[in-house]
T-cell receptor, first 106, second 118 residues
Framework: KQEVTQIPAALSVPEGENLVLNCSFT??????LQWFRQDPGKGLTSLLL?????REQTSGRLNASLDKSSGRSTLYIAASQPGDSATYLC?????FGAGTRLTVKP | EAEVAQSPRYKITEKSQAVAFWCDPI?????LYWYRQILGQGPELLVQ????????DSQLPKDRFSAERLKGVDSTLKIQPAELGDSAMYLC????????????????FGPGTRLTVL
């Protein structure tokens, strides 16, 4: 059974800092890995999707990488802004981690 | 921009009552998912439909939960009777094809239904 872990559970950074969120999964035989953002009390917004044959995807200030052999994915956020404050979730196929709650302080 | 629609947004009910949630996926999306998200946790898949067929309901508590997608478009998730432990956010998502050609495509989520069972 696939298990997905996200570390840290919470992260607070000053505005402008570059940061990395981590996602690990136990079964490397995945078809894709997707990163989402969730604001309090809201649904999930898709950020990036990496297919199993890909190593990374980029969208604006976001870059996600996938290393199936080590069971890890990272989400890199450049030049963080207060508007980036949210919970970030990763999903290996349809199995989700508990998320990292990010706070960016002005 | 196309979105997944869900209603109601909020539902408060007493235990032992029946509740129902509705989801309308993005037009043309063949695959529909229902998830349950308990506060502080990630979403957990309850049921996946491909068109009108259930392809995965292994985590659906079938003694009290049921789901249908009769015409392969919108879907209803029902709980009867509701229990205190069912209080959670119920999320619906859709994707264009689900799984094909060895790849699983992008999921798009609706705003969710927040259920409180008293």
């Amino acid at each position: 059974k696939q298990e997905v872990t996200q570390i840290p559970a919470a992260l607070s950074v000053p505005e402008g800092e570059n940061l990395v969120l981590n996602c690990s999964f136990t079964d490397s035989a995945i078809y894709n890995l997707q990163w989402f953002r969730q604001d309090p009390g809201k649904g999930l917004t898709s950020l990036l999707l990496i297919q199993s044959s890909q190593r990374e995807q980029t969208s604006g200030r976001l870059n996600a990488s996938l290393d199936k052999s080590s069971g890890r994915s990272t989400l890199y956020i450049a030049a963080s802004q207060p508007g980036d404050s949210a919970t970030y979730l990763c999903a290996a196929d349809m199995r989700f981690g508990a998320g990292t709650r990010l706070t960016v302080k002005p | 921009e196309a979105e997944v629609a869900q209603s109601p947004r909020y539902k408060i009910t007493e235990k032992s009552q029946a509740v129902a949630f509705w989801c309308d996926p993005i037009s043309g999306h063949a695959t529909l998912y229902w998830y349950r998200q308990i506060l502080g946790q990630g979403p957990e898949l309850l049921v996946q439909f491909q068109d009108e067929s259930v392809v995965d309901d292994s985590q659906l508590p079938k003694d009290r939960f049921s789901a249908e997608r009769l015409k392969g478009v919108d879907s209803t998730l029902k709980i009867q009777p509701a229990e205190l432990g069912d209080s959670a956010m119920y999320l619906c998502a859709s994707s264009l094809e689900g799984f094909s050609g060895g790849a699983r495509d992008e999921q798009f989520f609706g705003p969710g239904t927040r259920l409180t069972v008293l």
